[in-house]
């Protein structure tokens, strides 16, 4: 009697079949050929097929736990991560899979496949012919929707088991369509081990995505989910190469392949081990993936990296490493405006899995920029203001260059270009390092102090922490006219993006740009700049006290390159200096880059005070920050007070200052107001700034909020 149960269960089966294909292929109501249906007559049975699955829906639980993936800009991998039972279960579609794959598997595991529901009435009966005539199965009459629901809700292999996968496959492609059931038997086929889906099986096996797929590779991945252990052909080669070759001459019967392809596919051996999946950008998927599970599966996080870039990003930092001492390492940051276009966290994966751009470091003299671009603004300086490079006490603290020189009356420009450090404090002072740290830190640059005490002016010579990134998105401002915007890592985030804020104007910002394009190369990258595709590139380099960091930034017209060299311990490395480590790398990354298509923002106003050649008379000389003489009233801002809530009329605010040494001239939100200005417009209600200049370079400034009328 137990010998007649699957006998049975095949007549069973058949007449679910024969009933199935009655009522909903011959009267025209299957879902999937709508052209045959009146409107009233599909609504009744979509409304049916939704009826049935609120009673019994199929549990779809294991297409939604698959591996969490990043993915670049164009949708390639760039890193998976195994699921909760440690299978690699990639998503797969078969618009991403070679057509002629879906041939032979079809043809091989389900030929009419794209005619019936679920269950294929002709194989059935084919089926119970062969098991009456033989007193035993020969061949099964299991179809890929079948395969789907087992794969989907896996049991052991009874009679009941077999009943409830035909009644599901009748569901599924019901509910999903062929190609939802299609979709889903190419991510969860198993290809041995802990292999699951068409891509991860193609990624491991054949180092490549089944996009293209020759025929021998095509036929091994159709045989292998037969008996993905069995045909493991890493472990079992022999059998791998056998049970493909038959594939291929079932393929060559069915006139899907000439004999001589499938002839020459036969010959070719079989992989003889697993590739690991791509494992791009490490250190920024972990933590995209860590930020995005919240405990659940299956993420799918698409960035902005360009893998190939990504790639080869990769391969020069582990090329850069080498040559640097015993302990050392780099991370570098690509920006394209403000999307993240490739990131190297460190050189040396997976030996080191902490993220290096994201460490709090010393800038060095990198932060020196920032504060001429807000000194600019303030018109507090000139390009051609003319600073003493000598050597000064700033209370107790008496700072000295890098060189341990003194370079006597040189212009800010020429100060920022030599990186010198007395005139930097000095210009610091002017901004304020508490107004200089706060207008970082609302940038989104997150600076770390030290003490606890306020930012003090050996903020300009790298007393700070700060990151890589932070770094690299305040000089991509720069390169956006002044405009500070976050890093734009995903395509599609989770959260709202912060608001955009001002830095500095465009014109301060386009003038500090045009300094450091003209900075002095450093030894031995003058032969690197611009031997592949020459672009004005914007420099800063940077060294930290002790020889703990070394970096250099650079700007392009659309790119920003941000690189740190050091050790991953905060250890000292003598003779490591961002002009001599840091540099030629970054020049090297940027001939990784394709030409700019952009151009940088020009500045609004071409009459500018700060695009004239000659500083004007208040700004012809910085007296570094001593005290004026006695005899000069100290110049303040009497109206409108700092603080002051002010509504808006049709005059204007009025502007009254006393003190310091005529003329007065007086800056409204980092816009010159023309000379003897007495009342201010502004555009609308907000928050404004006020400063006044005299003749000397002595400023007040005054902070207030506009009041829309009522």
């Excluded at 579609?93 to 496949?113: C, G, I, N, T």
Aim: proline share 8%.
């Amino acid at each position: 009697m137990a010998k007649r149960w699957p006998v049975i269960g095949l007549i069973l089966i058949l007449l679910f079949g024969l009933w199935t294909w009655n009522r909903l292929v011959q009267r025209h109501v299957s879902p999937f050929a709508p052209e045959a249906l009146n409107a009233a007559t599909f609504g009744q049975k979509l409304a049916h097929a939704v009826s049935l699955s609120a009673l019994a829906p199929p549990d779809l639980s294991r297409i939604h736990g698959h591996s969490s993936l990043v993915l670049d800009r164009q949708g390639r991998l760039l890193r998976a991560f195994p699921t909760a039972n440690d299978t690699w279960r990639l998503p797969t579609r078969a618009k991403d899979v070679d057509p002629l794959y879906l041939r032979m598997l079809k043809a091989s595991e389900d030929q009419r496949f794209d005619q019936h529901l679920g269950l294929d009435p002709l194989a059935i009966a084919r089926a119970i012919g062969q098991a009456l005539a033989h007193g035993h199965i020969i061949s099964g009459a299991s179809t890929l929707s079948m395969q789907t629901a087992r794969l989907l809700e896996p049991k052991s292999r009874t009679f009941g088991a077999k009943i409830e996968e035909a009644a599901r496959a009748v569901q599924l492609s019901l509910l999903l369509g062929r190609g939802g059931v299609l979709d889903i038997y190419l991510s969860l086929a198993p290809f041995g081990g802990t292999l699951e889906g068409v891509t991860a099986a193609s990624l491991a096996w054949f180092g490549h995505t089944p996009d293209r797929l020759t025929p021998a590779e095509a036929a091994l991945l159709v045989a292998l989910p037969q008996s993905p252990e069995r045909l493991r052909p890493d472990r079992h080669p022999e059998a791998a190469k056998a049970a493909r070759n038959r594939i291929l001459q079932r393929m060559e019967a069915h006139d899907i392949l000439l004999p001589d392809v499938a002839h020459a596919a036969q010959m070719e051996d079989v992989p003889r081990f697993q590739r690991a999946l791509p494992r791009l950008a490490p250190h920024l998927a972990e933590g995209l993936v860590a930020a995005a599970q919240d405990g659940a599966q299956g993420k799918i996080l698409h960035t902005h990296i360009d893998a190939n870039l990504q790639r080869a990003l990769e391969v020069l930092g582990q090329s850069w490493r080498g040559k640097l001492e015993p302990g050392s390492d780099l991370a570098v940051v690509i920006l394209d405006g403000n999307r993240l276009i490739a990131h190297l966290g460190s050189a040396d994966w997976p030996t080191r899995q902490l993220d290096l751009s994201r460490a709090v470091r010393s800038p060095g003299s990198t932060l020196k920029p920032f504060i001429y671009a807000i000194a600019f603004d303030d018109l507090a300086l000139h390009p051609a203001t003319l600073m003493d490079d000598m050597p000064q006490r700033f209370g107790d603290w008496q700072p000295r260059n890098f060189d341990h020189e003194f370079h006597g009356t040189v212009t800010a420009r020429e100060a920022l270009q030599r990186s010198l450090n007395i005139p930097a404090v000095q210009a610091l002072e002017r901004v304020g390092p508490a107004r200089f740290a706060a207008l970082l830190n609302r940038c989104g640059a997150r600076l770390e102090f030290p003490t606890a005490d306020d930012p003090g002016l050996p903020l300009a010579l790298g007393g700070v922490g700060i990151r890589l990134t932070d770094l690299a998105m305040l000089y991509a401002a720069l390169g956006q006219g002044g405009l500070c915007r976050p890093l734009d890592i995903l395509q599609n985030p989770a959260v709202n993006t912060p608001p955009a804020q001002r830095l500095v104007d465009s014109t301060a910002a386009q003038v500090v740009l045009d300094i450091l394009e003209n900075s002095p190369m450093p030894e031995g990258v003058a032969s690197i700049r611009g031997t592949q595709r020459p672009r004005r590139i914007a420099f800063k380099t940077g060294t930290s006290y002790g020889y703990r960091d070394a970096w250099t930034v650079g700007v392009s017209a659309q790119y920003t390159v941000a690189v740190w060299v050091g050790r991953a311990d905060g250890g000292a490395s003598p003779g490591s200096v961002g002009r001599l480590t840091a540099a030629p790398l970054m020049f090297k990354a940027f001939d990784l880059l394709p030409p700019d298509h952009r151009a940088r923002p020009a500045a609004r106003d071409p009459q500018h005070p700060l695009l004239q050649g000659t500083a004007p008379p208040a700004l012809a000389r910085l007296n570094g920050g001593k005290a004026e003489q006695a005899s000069i009233p100290r110049l303040r801002i009497l109206f409108p007070p700092d603080g002051a809530s002010i509504e808006s009329i049709n005059e204007g605010v009025a502007l009254n200052a006393s003190g310091g040494l005529a003329p007065l001239r007086w800056i409204a939100n980092g816009v010159p107001l023309p000379e003897n200005t007495r009342f201010w417009h502004p555009e609308g209600a907000g928050f404004g700034t006020l400063v006044v200049l005299d003749s000397s370079g002595r400023r007040a400034e005054t902070r207030i909020r506009v009041l829309a009328p009522e």
